[in-house]
């Protein structure tokens, strides 16, 4: 298992950007398919987007669709998160962490990072 940080995370009004990076302390990050996943209060972790290690497909949770990119640079060893026009409902605990899929479903079998704070407010 590759120990992943998160980062990027702030505070940004409604229709801004950020983005968020995955950083793996070693080199072996390309070898795994990376999930973003955000728990917001009140609500349950969901996966928001996914890059595939063996391909780079993606996968998008439909309220996201459009708005965010997932991307890795390999080369940094790094899996990124662009966000755009923000949404206050996009106001969430950001994760990266290696990510399995069954049917349409994504999960994660390893504990979790501290995660970024991402707030969306005027």
């Known amino acids: 298992q590759v120990p992943l940080v998160e980062s990027g995370g702030g505070l940004v009004e409604p229709g801004g950007s950020l983005r968020l990076s995955c950083a793996a302390s070693?080199?072996?990050?390309?070898?795994?398919?990376i999930g973003w996943f955000r728990h917001a209060p009140g609500k349950e972790r969901e996966a928001i987007s996914c890059?595939?290690?063996?391909?780079?497909?993606?996968y998008y949770e439909d309220s996201v669709k459009g708005r965010f990119t997932v991307s890795r640079d390999n080369a940094k060893n790094t899996v990124y998160l662009q966000m755009n026009s923000l949404k206050p409902e996009d106001t969430a605990v950001y994760y990266c962490?290696?990510?399995?899929?069954?049917?349409?479903?994504?999960?994660?079998?390893?504990?979790w990072g501290q995660g970024t704070q991402v707030t969306v407010s005027s």
């Open positions: 962490n290696l990510a399995a899929s069954y049917r349409s479903t994504w999960f994660s079998r390893h504990s």
């Open positions: 070693g080199s072996g990050l390309l070898y795994y398919t």
């Open positions: 890059i595939s290690a063996r391909d780079g497909s993606t």
